[in-house]
């Protein structure tokens, strides 16, 4: 992706200066059905509320250590971070890259609201961090991967995950770490819209695998928005970065995820999208190229 000619954000924080770990109370389950994890007096950020699940199972790690055990225990110790607010000057090379993906953002979701909406387009924060972070929604640790936060509507961001999906998960490239930024600020787009809200009213109400099954179309209706942004940019695109970014969707699919950690698929417990219904809703929005193209709460099948 050349970003050589592009602007930085401004809304850039850095919170790589302190560590917001999980403490004593941590993540928790909630009691009863599908409403994803409470934790900090407020729900998980639907970018996040899978992935610490299925990186726990690739990784052999027990999800319950990364969840805090399973609620109770005492509150987490008071986390002193840097004061953010103003823009984080880039550091380095991968910061730059961060800043321009999330310009890029900016800029196609200030056109899009204004031509499908009728209304401004109010952009995220990003937040990099290192280690843990203290979110809006809690405190977090990288092991959970990139997530938004809606309580702050922040998107926060270890940038050795990017590592991770090179090495690990098979999906090297610059388009594919700027893929994993755009499905993020897609769920701020959801936000904006009003859909989170609709998805957590429904799933307070719902089983566990109707609960699921609501994640999975909010997941892939983030890939597709994700594809929104691309089909914006494809001016910048170089050969080979639509590529990347399947190889990014496809390995994040949670039939690819739950065959590498556990050597069985199933499909009720998904809450992200198989393999090819991410790469598919990826390439429904990057080639129809508007959020009407992305509503996989109204498809019959998905």
Request: net charge negative; charged share 20%.
């Given at each position: 992706m050349d970003l050589d000619d592009q602007r930085e954000s401004s809304n850039i924080e850095d919170a790589r200066?302190?560590?917001g770990g999980l403490g004593g109370g941590g993540f928790r389950f909630p009691g009863g059905g599908g409403g994803g994890l409470g934790f900090g007096g407020g729900k998980m950020g639907c970018g996040g509320i899978a992935i610490v699940i299925v990186l726990a199972l690739v990784f052999g790690v027990n999800p319950m250590t990364l969840?805090?055990?399973?609620g109770g225990g005492q509150a987490p110790e008071p986390v002193q971070q840097q004061q953010i607010g103003q823009p984080a000057p880039a550091t380095s090379d991968m910061d730059?890259?961060?800043?321009?993906?999330?310009?890029?953002?900016?800029?196609t979701w200030t056109r899009q609201f204004q031509t499908e909406v009728g209304q401004p387009y109010r952009a995220p924060k990003l937040v990099l961090f290192s280690g843990g972070v203290r979110s809006g929604c809690g405190a977090a640790e990288s092991a959970m991967g990139p997530f938004y936060c809606p309580a702050d509507q922040k998107v926060y961001l270890d940038q050795s995950f990017f590592d991770d999906l090179s090495r690990r998960f098979g999906a090297p490239g610059d388009f594919a770490a700027a893929y994993v930024i755009a499905h993020e600020v897609g769920h701020h787009i959801q936000t904006l819209l009003g859909v989170s809200d609709q998805v957590q009213q429904a799933q307070s109400r719902a089983s566990k695998t109707q609960g699921n099954a609501l994640q999975v179309r909010m997941e892939l209706q983030a890939d597709c928005l994700a594809g929104v942004w691309a089909k914006a940019n494809s001016a910048l695109l170089e050969p080979g970065d639509v590529e990347e970014a399947m190889r990014a969707a496809s390995a994040?699919?949670?039939d690819t995820l739950q065959r590498a950690g556990q050597g069985v698929v199933i499909p009720e417990s998904f809450t992200h999208g198989s393999s090819e219904q991410r790469t598919r809703w990826f390439m429904q929005g990057m080639t129809q190229g508007t959020i009407a193209s992305c509503d996989t709460f109204a498809a019959r099948t998905i």
């Amino acid at each position: 992706m050349d970003l050589d000619d592009q602007r930085e954000s401004s809304n850039i924080e850095d919170a790589r200066g302190s560590r917001g770990g999980l403490g004593g109370g941590g993540f928790r389950f909630p009691g009863g059905g599908g409403g994803g994890l409470g934790f900090g007096g407020g729900k998980m950020g639907c970018g996040g509320i899978a992935i610490v699940i299925v990186l726990a199972l690739v990784f052999g790690v027990n999800p319950m250590t990364l969840l805090g055990g399973g609620g109770g225990g005492q509150a987490p110790e008071p986390v002193q971070q840097q004061q953010i607010g103003q823009p984080a000057p880039a550091t380095s090379d991968m910061d730059r890259f961060v800043s321009r993906v999330l310009a890029t953002t900016e800029d196609t979701w200030t056109r899009q609201f204004q031509t499908e909406v009728g209304q401004p387009y109010r952009a995220p924060k990003l937040v990099l961090f290192s280690g843990g972070v203290r979110s809006g929604c809690g405190a977090a640790e990288s092991a959970m991967g990139p997530f938004y936060c809606p309580a702050d509507q922040k998107v926060y961001l270890d940038q050795s995950f990017f590592d991770d999906l090179s090495r690990r998960f098979g999906a090297p490239g610059d388009f594919a770490a700027a893929y994993v930024i755009a499905h993020e600020v897609g769920h701020h787009i959801q936000t904006l819209l009003g859909v989170s809200d609709q998805v957590q009213q429904a799933q307070s109400r719902a089983s566990k695998t109707q609960g699921n099954a609501l994640q999975v179309r909010m997941e892939l209706q983030a890939d597709c928005l994700a594809g929104v942004w691309a089909k914006a940019n494809s001016a910048l695109l170089e050969p080979g970065d639509v590529e990347e970014a399947m190889r990014a969707a496809s390995a994040i699919g949670d039939d690819t995820l739950q065959r590498a950690g556990q050597g069985v698929v199933i499909p009720e417990s998904f809450t992200h999208g198989s393999s090819e219904q991410r790469t598919r809703w990826f390439m429904q929005g990057m080639t129809q190229g508007t959020i009407a193209s992305c509503d996989t709460f109204a498809a019959r099948t998905i």
